[in-house]
């Protein structure tokens, strides 16, 4: 009495691969995919290798955001948007697993090969998620025209070490047709 009953032993946190594809396909035509909590890409859809196929081929998201060099032109206001949040979700994460060798040489790599990066990580930034946030992107999929998506970022009640990220195109935001 005056203690909340104990939580049962969850069953095995290891990820239904199968089950987590059909998720994602069932989004199309939104691009999804999971990533593991070193951002290293586990799973997509069609919607999603159509839009980001550097994504999938890096298979890394943070990796190919940072080192590739189509990723600042389709990434729209790279450093404000996309570069500084990913840098304090990487600092979140890092916080909350600070054991994760993944996640330790993620940010070695990224703070070694990239000078915005080291200069953006000096702010120090904190940032937990980017769920609900509206971005744009430039990509080869739609011509280069400025497409406004809301991204959704979603945890598995299983486990807290994946997330799946759904790119929904914005009905009312820039390029939105």
Do not use: C
């Not at 059909?22 to 290798?49: E, R, S």
């Not at 904190?126 to 025209?145: C, D």
């Amino acid at each position: 009495m005056g203690r909340p009953p104990a939580l049962a032993t969850p069953p095995d946190a290891e990820v239904d691969e199968a089950l987590l594809q059909q998720f994602l396909d069932n989004q199309a035509p939104a691009p999804a995919f999971a990533t593991d909590l070193a951002w290293n890409v586990i799973g997509y859809n069609k919607p999603m290798l159509d839009w980001f196929p550097g994504v999938v081929d890096q298979a890394n998201q943070m990796r190919w955001a940072f080192f590739a060099p189509e990723a600042r032109e389709q990434l729209v206001d790279w450093e404000h948007d996309w570069a500084r949040p990913y840098l304090g979700q990487i600092r979140y994460e890092r916080a909350h697993h600070p054991e994760d060798k993944a996640l330790l040489q993620l940010e070695r790599d990224i703070l070694a090969g990239s000078a915005a990066a080291r200069e953006l990580w000096d702010r120090r930034e904190v940032v937990e998620h980017s769920h609900g946030s509206l971005r744009r992107l430039r990509l080869p999929f739609h011509q280069g025209r400025e497409v406004a998506v809301r991204i959704v970022v979603l945890r598995p009640t299983r486990t807290e070490l994946l997330r799946v990220v759904v790119l929904l195109k914005d009905r009312g935001g820039a390029g939105s047709a």
